[in-house]
Each structure stands twice: as C-alpha cells, then as structure tokens.
C-alpha cells in the first residue's frame, strides 16, 4: 500500500479552492457586468426618445399660433413642455415605486 504525498494533497486543496473562487466571483461578475451593460444601454434609449419627444413637442408648440404675440408666445411652450416631462417622469416613477414594492413583499 502506497503512502499518501500530503504536499500532493495540499495541492489537490490549492487547486480546489482557486477553482471554486473563480466559480463563484468571475462568472457572477461577468454576469453583472453584462446586466449593468445592457441597462445603461437600455436608459441612453430611453433617455434619447423623452428629449426627442420633448424636442418635439416644443417644436410643435412653437409652430402653432395659440400664444399670440405675447410673452407667452416665447416662454409658454417651454414651460409646457417641461411640464409634459416632469408629469412623465412622475407617472414613471410611481410605476417602478409600485414594481418595487411588489417585489420586495
């Protein structure tokens, strides 16, 4: 009957554990990093069409000729179209708000 080699059995220990950490952090941190790309790519989007629509829609308010020659004619459909975003963003917030509370019940 052979002897056992305890530094072959050091060894075997060694390999085992740097197998095991790269298991468990490498592969999850590829994982994440694929998740943070696609959703910083996800919000460039989305950010992208709310400044066109915006963009847009003060063009459009611009193009009509509902202010007259008034002040308003220059500051209004600024204003309204700020205020379109901000009630964007509030309805959008309150859904994620929703989501999250969903998931965390």
């Given at each position: 009957?052979?002897?056992?080699?305890?530094?072959?059995?050091?060894?075997?220990?060694?390999?085992?554990?740097?197998?095991?950490?790269?298991?468990?952090?490498?592969?999850?941190?590829?994982?994440?990093?694929?998740?943070?790309?696609?959703?910083?790519?996800?919000?460039?989007?989305?950010?992208?069409?709310?400044?066109?629509?915006?963009?847009?829609t003060l063009?459009?308010?611009?193009?009509?000729?509902?202010?007259g020659?008034?002040?308003?004619?220059?500051?209004?459909?600024?204003?309204?179209?700020?205020?379109?975003?901000?009630?964007?963003?509030?309805?959008?917030?309150?859904?994620?708000?929703?989501?999250?509370?969903?998931?965390?019940?």
């Amino acid at each position: 009957m052979a002897t056992p080699n305890p530094v072959r059995g050091v060894q075997d220990i060694q390999e085992t554990l740097i197998a095991y950490a790269k298991q468990e952090t490498v592969q999850p941190l590829k994982t994440l990093g694929r998740y943070l790309g696609f959703g910083v790519a996800g919000s460039l989007f989305v950010f992208l069409g709310f400044f066109f629509v915006m963009l847009a829609t003060l063009r459009l308010l611009q193009s009509l000729d509902t202010f007259g020659g008034s002040s308003w004619a220059s500051l209004g459909p600024y204003g309204i179209a700020i205020a379109v975003l901000v009630l964007a963003m509030v309805i959008i917030y309150a859904a994620l708000s929703r989501a999250r509370k969903k998931v965390f019940e």
